[in-house]
């Protein structure tokens, strides 16, 4: 039978996610996890005496997501709206008499899927924060590398002022590090299990609710809340909103690179054999791929988390309205994002700098690249507002005449009066004004040493 999703696409395999990320949001593995829950709660049960000590040993020993009929639990699921009631029906089959009536007892279904799910998340999270490492070696290397390496600064898509290409990896590297912090800290507030029974009191579990709570927290080597999260959705969509974030600048990384890239930039290229990113229709096209795709998966992953706030929503103690919303955004948005981290990288990898073109597109605008550093020299010597008329005049100059800025303020008297010519060349060079772009560097370089 055809895929319907472009995840299990044979064409597409891998394009959009990783390999580990689709087996971690998979089917088998969804309802693996759902069935460690359940195990979980009868390990607990067990302990307790909620249930016959040798019942839930039988019951941990039967369970098993070999034995389910997949076709079964999808007619079942059809016709009751969610999984959990025709799963706990194929799992107690698994399970000899007289042990079987305490399969699933005394919980319900959001307890055994959001549990499942935080179990998900929990691997998924480990998968993401390795990645990120990755990408974040790979931008210290290009940093240390290019500390130095002196480029145009851009805003509007204009020439602004010098600055390094290592201080453009730089912001990105520290901004990395605030979305690994993040990260951390919503994964802590997440993995909590969610047994909390029908409408958060427990009342199946008798006088040991919080007890039974505790015990599968324990067995699942995870936390819990105080009070229930059936209806308060803030932490799953609290990591989603995070893997978002991250997203949003692996987006904007990659478009800024894809735009370093173009033919009459070719600040950077992306490495390939002779097929890599060809056209149709174009030889002489050696396409960016890796940029391409780490920006459009990156999107897709900030577009599903963003999805997340629409679903928060829970009328009175559970409201499956909304629930069902997450059963598709949180895998996709980790899908998404592990997909666009392994573009990310894999772009890092091909990333080929060449320093001659960003000196030489700093020189595309004659040297006015350092117009403000003129301003600011002349201002100590005359009024700032006199200084800067000078050099407005002197770039109208140079915009028409085709000269240097420096030529240009060369030839003005006025302007050599404060100013010899020799100070003039020396101001010029693009290399002298970028200010503290190499300490910055260095400082965030150390910064990233001290998170590992």
């Known amino acids: 039978m055809s895929s319907v999703s472009v995840f299990d696409w044979q064409t597409y395999r891998h394009m959009f996610s990783t390999p580990r990320m689709e087996e971690i949001f998979g089917e088998r593995n969804t309802l693996v996890q759902m069935i460690e829950a359940e195990k979980a709660a009868t390990r607990a049960q067990g302990k307790l005496g909620i249930v016959p000590a040798e019942a839930a040993s039988e019951i941990n020993k039967c369970l098993s997501f070999d034995a389910l009929d997949l076709e079964r639990l999808h007619q079942d699921t059809l016709d009751v709206g969610r999984p959990i009631a025709g799963l706990a029906s194929q799992l107690a089959a698994q399970v000899p008499d007289p042990h079987k009536v305490w399969v699933h007892y005394g919980v ?7 549990t499942g799910k935080v179990l998900q998340i929990r691997d998924g999270l480990d998968e993401i924060l390795a990645a990120m490492t990755r990408y974040s070696d790979q931008l210290e290397n290009l940093a240390k590398a290019h500390r130095d390496t002196v480029m145009i600064g851009r805003t509007n898509n204009l020439h602004a002022l010098p600055t390094t290409f290592g201080l453009r990896l730089a912001v990105w590297i520290e901004e990395l590090m605030r979305h690994r912090d993040r990260l951390l800290a919503a994964r802590e507030r997440a993995l909590v299990v969610g047994f909390a029974g029908a409408v958060g009191t427990f009342a199946s579990m008798g006088d040991e609710g919080l007890n039974f709570r505790r015990e599968v927290a324990m067995e699942l ?16 969509t609290e990591v989603s909103l995070c893997l978002g974030n991250l997203c949003g600048s692996l987006a904007r990384n990659a478009q800024n690179i894809n735009a370093m890239g173009a033919s009459e ?34 999107r897709l992953g900030r577009q599903r988390a963003m999805g997340m706030v ?34 990310a990288c894999d772009l890092m990898e091909r990333l080929d700098v060449h320093p001659e073109n960003m000196r030489a597109n ?61 100070q003039i060349t020396k101001l010029a060079d693009p290399a002298g004004y970028v200010g503290a772009a190499p300490d910055i560097v260095d400082d965030v370089l150390a910064l990233a040493a001290k998170k590992r």
């Open 221 to 236: 080597g995870l936390s819990h809340t105080l009070s229930s999260w059936h209806n308060a959705r803030d932490t799953i």
């Open 108 to 114: 319900t279904t959001y307890d055994i899927m959001d």
């Open 265 to 298: 930039i070719r600040e950077i290229s992306e490495r390939g054999d002779a097929g890599r990113g060809r056209s149709t229709s174009l030889p002489q096209k050696r396409n960016p791929r890796a940029a391409e795709f780490a920006e459009s998966v990156a």
């Open 310 to 343: 629409e679903f928060m929503g829970q009328e009175g103690d559970r409201c499956g309205g909304t629930w069902i919303g997450e059963w598709l955004l949180v895998p996709e948005t980790f899908l998404l994002t592990s997909g666009a981290l392994h573009w």
């Open 362 to 422: 700093i020189d595309l605008t004659l040297g006015m690249a350092v117009g403000e550093r003129f301003t600011l020299a002349l201002a100590q010597k005359m009024n700032k507002f006199e200084a800067r008329k000078l050099l407005d005049a002197a770039c109208a100059r140079v915009y028409q005449d085709g000269v240097s800025l420096a030529e240009a303020l060369a030839a003005d008297p006025a302007v050599l009066e404060v100013l010899s010519k020799d």
